[in-house]
């Protein structure tokens, strides 16, 4: 019986398709979910599955064609109930081939695991051990190496330096997690290292101190080979995704036929994972056996292209080619550092994302930098620099609690607000290499003598790149000052995911009409940048407010915050 297989609906508002290649011809035998052509609508590559099973008569299109929704694409000679023996045993092959590896499935609890308390055995004196690279941070994959602290022969302790690195937030020194003698030392200066990537190979010299690095690779080995038909029963037996159009039929199966040759390995539920993101299953990478790709391979892939994404200029924006500069005169090129390519890219991102918006308001502190200048000797004496930013981070964290809505993070895929319960503020601080923003821990529970000890730490740790990953992590709310090297104001960019940040431009004195005459007082210009999302133009006036009249009467902080 012949029976026509026309392309079927495709999603909304889609009515047509380029041809982009035909993956069957006259003569074929096809099944069931075997792709046929592979097309390209305006919003992704998609490889369109037959519905039917059969020998193909006859194709009625070829690459280059625009199909419409409804057209007929091939001809087939459905294979009917009367088909010959061998014929009706070929067909059942697949029920066959889904039950054999049953038996390894349910053999899923493998000895290894039974062994698994063996695994707290001290190492044996001379053992080889393998040190990695540990995880470095949220989002972070891997780092340059500036400087190897270590070579073949020395004896390391546990905690000891073994390398320097720089992610693009900061530099790091990597401590070992083993003791013993470096016998060969596999990475150097100026390449670049990912997490999980072995380091060095240590021989064992003190097996108890060990024990827990021992416990460390046994967790980080490769679990043993998967059989290629485990991986075909767990496919089988996965459930079927929901939310597709009846007019195609997808099935979990992963028992169909190669659609040809040199095709990308994968599972039908893989294939219509990539085709519901619209990706190019072709260009994954797979990771299974054979290079077989997964769903978390496909995952995988769209992360990466979100993230190149995000460092465009602007959404659906590309970057214009830049000019032969070099025609106009002598040119010198240099490469970014890691930390202003990054900080580069997440401005982009948070411009891109954040509808800003930016209040500006001035605050007498006249009165305060008398006070300032009177406390300034007994803080220095500690160790710090009581600083027009120091009191800000104590009044800031004050204002955060009266203005809960400053202290959040917005997740517009869940549509929730996260209002955030501690009080960790950013300081912005101009280095040679880029921009870095450490952050202050618990502001609210620290004295300004404390904040103001710590941000001069903080701030020269950053200068220096000494400051570690954890202390760039977890603000709720920035801090820029400019004011050491002037302006009258300025308009800051949010440093996603906070909602707010505080600039602060160069104090000056200025004439004010008090009681009937004007005096001189100096006077700190404030602009508040926030995301319109979440905080809305009366809310962010009457934060800046509130900032402005602690700073001029202190005891407002006492009373309020």
């Not at 064609?65 to 009367?82: A, N, P, R, W």
């Not at 670049?192 to 240590?202: N, P, S, Y």
């Not at 010198?332 to 308001?361: C, F, G």
């Not at 602060?504 to 009681?515: H, K, Q, W």
Request: aromatic share 4%; net charge negative.
């Amino acid at each position: 019986m012949s029976t026509e297989f026309k392309l079927p609906e495709l999603g909304e508002n889609i009515e047509a398709a380029d041809v982009l290649n035909v993956l069957i011809k006259a003569g074929d035998k096809v099944e069931k979910d075997q792709g046929v052509i592979e097309i390209e609508t305006d919003k992704a590559t998609i490889e369109v599955p037959s519905t039917i099973s059969g020998v193909v008569q006859s194709v009625l299109i070829k690459p280059g064609d625009k199909v419409k929704i409804g057209q007929t694409i091939m001809i087939v000679d459905e294979l009917g109930q009367s088909a010959v023996a061998g014929t009706v045993a070929e067909a059942a092959q697949p029920e066959k081939k889904v039950e054999e590896p049953k038996p390894a499935v349910k053999q899923e609890p493998v000895p290894e695991k039974k062994a698994e308390p063996t695994v707290t055995a001290a190492p044996k004196v001379g053992a080889k051990l393998e040190m990695k690279l540990p995880e470095l941070g949220e989002n972070i994959d891997s780092a340059d190496v500036l400087t190897v602290l270590v070579k073949v022969g020395d004896v390391i302790e546990k905690d000891q330096g073994i390398l320097e690195i720089e992610t693009d937030k900061a530099t790091i020194e990597v401590p070992s997690t083993l003791s013993g003698k470096v016998i060969e030392v596999l990475i150097k200066a100026g390449e670049k290292a990912k997490v999980g990537q072995t380091l060095i190979k240590v021989a064992v010299e003190d097996s108890v101190t060990n024990i827990s690095a021992v416990q460390a690779v046994k967790e980080d080995a490769k679990p043993a080979p998967v059989k290629e038909a485990d991986v075909k029963t767990a496919a089988v037996e996965r459930p079927e995704a929901k939310g597709e159009r009846e007019s195609i039929n997808f099935s979990e199966r992963d028992s169909q036929p190669p659609i040809q040759k040199g095709a990308a390995p994968a599972a039908p539920s893989v294939r219509r994972l990539a085709r519901e993101l619209g990706v190019d299953i072709n260009k994954v990478n797979g990771s299974g056996p054979a290079n077989r790709i997964t769903m978390d391979d496909v995952k995988y892939y769209v992360k990466k292209l979100n993230e190149e994404r995000s460092s465009q200029p602007a959404a659906g924006l590309k970057q214009e080619p830049l000019p032969d500069f070099s025609k106009y005169g002598g040119i010198e090129k240099k490469p970014m550092s890691n930390i202003r390519s990054k900080a580069a890219e997440h401005l982009t991102y948070a411009w891109s994302t954040i509808p800003h918006v930016t209040q500006h308001d001035k605050v007498d502190i006249t009165e305060l930098e008398k006070l300032r200048k009177q406390l300034n000797p007994k803080i220095e004496k500690k160790g710090g620099k009581l600083t027009v930013t120091s009191i800000l981070l104590k009044v800031i964290a004050s204002a955060l609690k009266v203005f809960p809505q400053f202290n959040s993070s917005i997740d517009l895929e869940k549509k929730e607000v996260i209002f955030k319960k501690y009080f960790n503020i950013g300081i912005a601080v101009d280095t040679e290499h880029g921009l870095i923003v450490p952050v202050i821990k618990n502001v609210d529970q620290k004295n300004i003598t404390e904040l103001s000890i710590e941000l001069n730490t903080i701030a020269e740790k950053a200068r220096i790149r000494k400051i570690s990953l954890e202390e760039l992590q977890g603000g709720c709310f920035s801090i820029t000052n400019l004011g050491g090297i002037g302006g009258t104001s300025f308009t800051p960019i949010v440093n996603s995911p906070e909602v707010a940040i505080l600039g602060v431009s160069r104090s000056s004195y200025e004439p004010v009409y008090i009681d009937g005459k004007f005096e001189p007082r100096l006077i700190l210009p404030l602009s508040l940048s926030y995301d319109h999302r979440i905080i809305n133009g009366a809310d962010a006036a009457r934060f800046l407010r509130w900032v402005c009249e602690a700073l001029e009467q202190p005891i407002k902080i006492l009373i309020e915050g």
